[in-house]
């Protein structure tokens, strides 16, 4: 299983406020996880999600072309992967490790 986290930043829209965006991302991200795909979590400045890394690149693209749907006329969109393939891990076995090491 992979890791993304992903910001996505919508240039070229009437107001400074991006809430409504980083609304219909979570929608997009909330029907997609019902799906079974994935698993993610909303952060202040990102968004972490968790899956099979070719279905993080179809998700990714998603999210990228949500802001053009809602009226954008640029999108910038920032990607961070942790694709481990030598065992198996997640955000929270990542947090548990660090967890761990503080104890």
């Known amino acids: 299983m992979a890791i993304a986290e ?3 930043i919508p240039v070229g829209t009437a107001s400074t406020s991006l809430s409504a965006y980083v609304a219909d991302i979570h929608r997009y991200l909330t029907d997609e996880q ?3 795909a994935i698993s993610f979590e909303l952060t202040a400045m990102s968004t972490i999600v968790e ?3 070719d279905e993080l690149l179809r998700i990714i693209r998603g999210m990228h072309e949500l802001p053009f749907a809602s009226g954008a006329q640029r999108v910038c969109t920032s990607v961070k992967f942790d694709d481990r393939r030598d065992k198996q891990g997640s955000v929270a076995q990542k947090l548990r ?3 761990d090491k503080l104890d």
């Open 6 to 8: 992903i910001t996505v």
């Open 34 to 36: 019902a799906k079974g």
């Open 51 to 53: 899956g099979e890394f």
């Open 97 to 99: 490790s660090v967890a």
